[in-house]
Structure formats: C-alpha cells, structure tokens
C-alpha cells in the first residue's frame, strides 16, 4: 500500500502488475476509484510512502481494458491483456486511455475527486473530438 499526500487529503493506492496502481476513495477506503499505470519514480524515489502490504483483491488481479488512439490515423483500439483490438468510440467510452501518469498529475486527479472538481488530465486524456 502507498500513502499518497493530495495536498491535505490522504489517500492509498495499491500496487497491482507493474506498472498498473489502484487507488482508493479518501472517504471510502473499501472504493477502488480508478486504476491507472503510474511512472516508477512515484513510489521509487519516497514521493509516495510505502505503508503496507495487503493482499490483493480477486477483481484487482483482472486486467482492466484501455482504450488508444492513433495520432496519425484517429483510429481507435482496446487495449487489454497485451492485445490490441479495433474499436469504435462507443466500445472505449469509460475506458481509461492507455497511458502512463507522472505522480503530479495522479495527486491532482485525486485531489479534484476529493474537491468534486472536473480534472483537467482526466478531461484532455478522454475521448473527445480533439483526443
């Protein structure tokens, strides 16, 4: 278990397959919120403290789909289990995009939940026409 510092909120991840970390709502400890591939430095370099282990969930040893989109083409794909399928925008909707975050922008995202906020990364990662 990592104990994140969101700028005053207090929050835990879990971490899952390398590089994949679950993180759990501050006022729900038991509500996983998202799971996301996180860089290495987060927990590697003491940003992150380490606090704990705790055995890992059945549900959080499936992998979760991703979707990508091509930068040059637009087409879109689901990403899961090392295997990429085609897809349509219908299919990645709700769908986490296949990318990996600095451990700034995950306590930002964690901060902005805690503060009922939009998250600007969440926003510019999603599907939208420019994404």
């Known amino acids: 278990m990592l104990e994140i510092d969101a700028h005053g909120h207090l929050c835990y991840g879990q971490m899952l397959e390398h590089p994949e970390i679950a993180f759990f709502d501050p006022m729900n400890p038991d509500k996983v919120l998202f799971r996301l591939w996180v860089q290495q430095s987060a927990y590697t370099k003491g940003r992150w403290q380490k606090v704990g282990l705790k055995p890992i969930s059945k549900e959080l040893t499936v992998q979760e789909p991703r979707f990508k989109k091509?930068?040059?083409?637009?087409?879109?794909?689901?990403?899961?289990?090392?295997?990429e399928t085609p897809a349509d925008i219908k299919d990645c909707l709700n769908l986490e995009r296949a990318a990996v975050w600095d451990p700034e922008h995950v306590e930002g995202r964690l901060r902005d939940h805690c503060e009922n906020k939009e998250n600007i990364w969440v926003k510019s990662l999603g599907l939208t026409s420019d994404a």
């Not at 091509?70 to 879109?76: A, E, F, N």
């Open 70 to 83: 091509d930068p040059i083409s637009g087409k879109l794909s689901i990403y899961i289990n090392e295997k």
